[in-house]
């Protein structure tokens, strides 16, 4: 099998315009809810990109399918002979398959989903997912590496989560809606892509109120309908446009955006220099110079996304000072830090904290893509670097980023994909 890699070469600053991808984060939920009812949705804006590829190949797994229409737009058919299972295989590829136990709990009344193993960001449990289906009333055993959910009529109650875990209230979104009664989510996640499911589902028939705020009130309905949607906004991939603007310097216009998804982002850049002003649609940006160092800590929206961290510790590592940089959602995501003090970078790890001292220039060299958000920081740490990098395992960046080579190009990043034989791909470098 080909690997490839990226060789990025720093080419000064940034110029054009980009129209950012819808988010992957909600276009892999909404394919999932697909599940809920029969008949032909029509999804807009969903990225290319190879977790959806993982999705899709779920969905068939499950005997639904789904083709890409000539006008960009996902078609899925859920027909009445769904398989209520998603196997090892493919939640092991990708952990948002554990999305499927919710809708397949409350249309078939039965799941068979393995249980994600521990990854890069470390233990990753769904204890949170199982507990609160198990208050709705499904029942779950756990055997060979599977977990087996059965529930005969889902009941509305009320879950008080311990954590706003995103993917925990989706699973509630998703099993609440066709519940009998009323259920409501406390401390529910925020995420802009919360309140995208949460209209998904409605426009399905579904009765759900307050998604996007902690309180979530899912009133359950007998039946729902395929219908037609389009996804938001990637606010990712505006923020490693953004950092990576950041490092190289220059202007660009990011269109459909939604600047009121990137608060925070955009204060936090605005401090480090970066001059930013939402317009109608969009946003345009500028940056010149060092970045000045500020602190930052990740929290669940409408905090810091962990999902910016490798990115913004990318920037910071050029930035004319020592920024402070905390991680409080995922504490075993700090992996790329080893890759960008290959590149010269001056990061200490403490605990769940990082101590960033800035330095003027990073030094081109070859590092690896160890996830999605790892890759997209080593792509801009490299903009700004004294020589090329080679990012090996760049099919990480193609999980998350829709035609990234191209895009990039396009707003003037000298970057090209080098595909090479699996050989000894595990030491490139
Ligand atoms: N957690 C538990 N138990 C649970 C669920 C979560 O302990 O049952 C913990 C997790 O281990 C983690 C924290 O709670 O420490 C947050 O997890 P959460 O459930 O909120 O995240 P997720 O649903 O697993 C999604 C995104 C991530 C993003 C996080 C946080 C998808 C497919 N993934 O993950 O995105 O970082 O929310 O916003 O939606 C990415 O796009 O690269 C990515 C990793």
Redesign the pocket.
């Known amino acids: 099998m080909g690997v490839s890699r990226l060789v990025v070469r720093p080419a000064g600053p940034l110029r054009g315009e980009i129209t950012v991808q819808g988010a992957?984060?909600s276009a892999?939920?909404l394919m999932a809810a697909c599940v809920l009812a029969e008949g032909r949705y029509v999804l807009r804006n969903v990225p290319r990109i190879s977790d959806v590829d993982h999705m899709l190949a779920l969905l068939d797994a499950m005997r639904i399918s789904g083709r890409w229409r000539e006008d960009g737009a996902l078609e899925i058919v859920r027909g009445s002979d769904v398989v209520p299972e998603a196997p090892y295989e493919l939640v092991e590829r990708m952990?948002?398959s554990s999305a499927v136990l919710g809708p397949l709990l409350a249309a078939m009344g039965q799941a068979r989903v393995a249980m994600p193993g521990g990854d890069d960001?470390?233990?990753?449990?769904?204890?949170?997912?199982l507990h609160g289906l198990e208050a709705l009333g499904a029942e779950f055993s756990l055997t060979h590496g599977m977990i087996e959910g059965r529930a005969t009529q889902l009941r509305g109650t009320e879950v008080v989560l311990e954590?706003?875990?995103?993917?925990?209230t989706e699973n509630l979104l998703m099993a609440g809606v066709l519940a009998d009664g009323r259920t409501t989510v406390q401390n529910a996640?925020r995420?802009p892509?919360i309140a995208d499911l949460a209209a998904f589902l409605n426009r399905m028939g579904g009765r759900i109120l307050g998604a996007g705020s902690p309180t979530i009130t899912i009133d359950g309905v007998a039946e729902l309908r395929a219908v037609e949607h389009t996804v938001v906004p990637d606010r990712?991939e505006v923020a490693t446009l953004l950092t990576a603007l950041g490092v190289a310097g220059g202007e660009l216009t990011l269109r459909a955006v939604r600047p009121d998804h990137l608060d925070l982002l955009i204060d936090k850049l605005g401090r480090m220099g970066l001059r930013i002003s939402p317009e109608e649609g969009g946003l345009w940006a500028m940056a010149s110079g060092r970045p000045r160092p500020v602190d930052i800590a990740t929290l669940?929206y409408p905090g810091l996304?962990?999902?910016y961290l490798p990115m913004l510790v990318a920037l910071l590592a050029y930035a004319d000072g020592t920024s402070y940089a905390t991680e409080n959602?995922?504490?075993g995501r700090f992996r790329y830090v080893g890759e960008l003090a290959r590149m010269g970078a001056q990061v200490r790890v403490d605990g769940h904290h990082l101590v960033i001292d800035g330095v003027r220039r990073l030094s081109g060299a070859p590092v690896r893509a160890v996830?999605?958000?790892a890759g997209a920081a080593l792509v801009v740490a490299a903009l700004g670097a004294d020589g090329p990098t080679t990012i090996a395992d760049a099919h990480h960046i193609d999980r998350?980023y829709e035609h990234f080579v191209e895009r990039l190009r396009g707003v003037g990043v000298d970057i090209e994909r080098v595909d090479s034989e699996r050989v000894d791909s595990e030491r490139i470098d």
């Open positions: 992957k984060n892999l939920k952990r948002a960001f470390g233990s990753r449990p769904i204890d949170m997912h954590y706003p875990s995103v993917g925990a996640a995420e892509e990712i669940p996304a962990t999902d959602v995922f504490s996830d999605i958000r998350g």
